[in-house]
């Protein structure tokens, strides 16, 4: 492999690789568990525990806070652990943790076996604003009906815990079809369910809105070629400051199909001051979201 073609498959293959050790992670807990006896690590990514280390989805915690109208000190830790994670490199868990993510990728890898496209045609059935749409509307309904909907029906938890069924009891929960309508929906427009459904990555986006990593755009070396967009599964313009958005979560592949490396990704200065037009002709991160 080419040092050319080597440095334009970093990224993709970096996060394949944190994609796939996530998923075996969701795997082998409940072998460990079962045929094992180990019981160090259990749970899934909805809510995972180390040894004492507790991980919690903030959107989950936050739910089950109010639902029962109570403050639980090792809930809130918990939540703190991805909270400071996304407050310092954005939506990274939709793009280099998530099994939704994970299962779409694969997806689109088998659909490049039966095509020669290099790029898939971008959809927009929606407008971006649909994601906050969708939070609010989770929320609101969460307190309409007094139960934690997404604890029992987020489609990333639901692979963790369809896994668990199918290892620990060998049989599969009817709310599996809820993964296989989300993953048949990225056939609809790319990352369908993460665009425009996803609470989580909604909320995950607001947190990091104004995160310390982010990608950045020198002007200088820019060709506007388009191939950052065309790239992009989110369907975001990095050439019109988009990766600066709560909607970008960091994923790369745009840094990756630059020919001329005008994409990096930089750590962010939140204190300079918007440029006119929100662009720069710098390299140091447009602070705008």
């Known amino acids: 492999m080419s040092k050319e073609s080597s440095r334009a498959t970093y990224y993709n293959r970096l996060r394949l690789l944190s994609l796939t050790m996530a998923f075996c992670l969701l795997l082998l807990v409940p072998i460990l568990n079962k045929y094992l006896h180990i019981s160090f690590i259990q749970g899934w990514f909805q809510s995972l525990s180390i040894g004492h280390l507790w991980f919690v989805s903030p959107l989950e915690g936050m739910e089950s806070i109010l639902t029962s109208k109570k403050l639980y000190g090792p ?10 994670l996304a407050s310092l490199l954005g939506r990274v868990y939709c793009s280099w943790i998530c099994p939704i993510s994970f299962l779409s990728d694969i997806l689109d890898r088998c659909l490049g076996l039966f095509t020669r496209k290099r790029f898939r045609r971008q959809h927009s059935p929606l407008p971006k604003k649909t994601l906050w749409y969708a939070l609010l509307g989770e929320i609101i309904l969460t307190l309409v009906i007094g139960t ?6 987020s489609p990333p938890g639901l692979v963790g815990r369809e896994i668990m069924m199918i290892t620990l009891f060998h049989t599969v929960a009817i709310e599996g079809l809820i993964v296989i309508a989300v993953v048949l929906l990225h056939l609809v427009s790319q990352r369908f369910f993460c665009r425009y459904l996803c609470p ?13 990593l982010a990608i950045s755009t020198d002007m200088g070396k820019c060709i506007e070629c388009g191939t950052c967009k065309k790239v992009c599964p989110l369907g975001l313009d990095p050439i019109k400051q988009e990766c600066f958005s709560a909607y970008c979560w960091n994923c790369g ?3 990756d199909s630059c020919k001329v490396s005008a994409l990096m990704f930089k750590w962010r200065d939140i204190s300079l001051p918007e440029y006119p037009g929100g662009q720069t002709n710098q390299t140091t991160p447009h602070p705008n979201t």
């Open 253 to 255: 592949k745009c840094v």
């Open 75 to 84: 809930l809130l830790i918990g939540m703190a652990w991805p909270v400071l």
């Open 200 to 212: 989580l990555g909604a909320l995950l986006g607001i947190i990091g809105a104004k995160r310390r």
């Open 148 to 153: 934690p909907i997404f604890v029992f029906l």
